[in-house]
Nanobody, 123 residues
Framework: QVQLVESGGGSVQAGGSLSVSCAASGRTFSSYAMGWFRQAPGKEREFVAGISWGGYRTYYADSVKGRFTISRDNAKNMVYLQMNSLKPEDTAVYYC????????????????WGRGTQVIVSS
């Protein structure tokens, strides 16, 4: 079992940066691929970024490629999402998810989810 807790959300102006973090419990964290998703009001949840269990492979939605960076620290049971050049359309609740899989893409089935952290980008 893996429990996930997101933190670091907040408000920022367009063009600014923000980092969100996800703390995972459980001794098997390093065997899970990790993903970040987001859900804006009135919209479906969408994949943002993913990272393989060893951190060697990363995946990004086209909408965030070149602006967001996902990383993980298996020694600390943490996964991060650094968000730069933020846009108002990045406003959403951001969720961390864990997959018992090698890879973490949009199509990967995710087994555990956090409760989310709010990110607001004002114009």
């Amino acid at each position: 079992q893996v429990q996930l807790v997101e933190s670091g959300g907040g408000s920022v102006q367009a063009g600014g940066s923000l980092s969100v973090s996800c703390a995972a419990s459980g001794r098997t964290f390093s065997s899970y691929a990790m993903g970040w998703f987001r859900q804006a009001p009135g919209k479906e949840r969408e994949f943002v970024a993913g990272i393989s269990w060893g951190g060697y492979r990363t995946y990004y939605a086209d909408s965030v490629k070149g602006r967001f960076t996902i990383s993980r620290d298996n020694a600390k049971n943490m996964v991060y999402l650094q968000m730069n050049s933020l846009k108002p359309e990045d406003t959403a609740v951001y969720y961390c998810a864990a997959a018992a899989s090698t890879y973490a893409t949009a199509a990967t089935p995710y087994d555990y989810w956090g409760r989310g952290t709010q990110v607001i980008v004002s114009s």
